[in-house]
């Protein structure tokens, strides 16, 4: 079991960067695949990056790619998405995830989830 606490969100101006972190306050994330997921009120969460235990194995949505990099440190228990060239439509409550197996696209094969970040992304 883990848990996950977001944390890096803010208010940047568009075509800025912020870097966001997920640590554990409870567990290890090591043997873990962690996503990045984000929702806009109104609409269904939706996936933007995973990366396998080891670190590699990076999957991004296509809105993203290009843009974000997502990382970890095993050593640290932390996870991180890089987020640059932000657009206004990359506002929204981000949110990290943990899940054993396999790199997965699905949030619901996602069993532990952060509380959440906000980033908001002025035009």
């Known amino acids: 079991q883990v848990q996950l606490v977001e944390s890096g969100g803010g208010l940047v101006q568009a075509g800025g960067s912020l870097r966001l972190s997920c640590s554990a306050s409870?567990?290890?994330?090591?043997?873990?695949?962690m996503g990045w997921f984000r929702q806009t009120p109104g609409k269904d969460r939706e996936f933007v990056a995973a990366i396998g235990w080891s670190g590699s194995g990076t999957h991004y949505a296509d809105s993203v790619k290009g843009r974000f990099t997502i990382s970890r440190d095993n050593d640290k228990n932390t996870a991180y998405l890089q987020m640059k060239s932000l657009k206004p439509e990359d506002t929204a409550v981000y949110y990290c995830?943990?899940?054993?197996?396999?790199?997965?696209?699905?949030?619901?094969?996602?069993?532990?989830w952060g509380q959440g970040t906000q980033v908001t992304v002025s035009s």
């Open positions: 995830a943990a899940k054993r197996g396999g790199s997965s696209y699905n949030i619901d094969d996602y069993s532990y």
């Open positions: 409870l567990g290890a994330i090591r043997t873990y695949e």
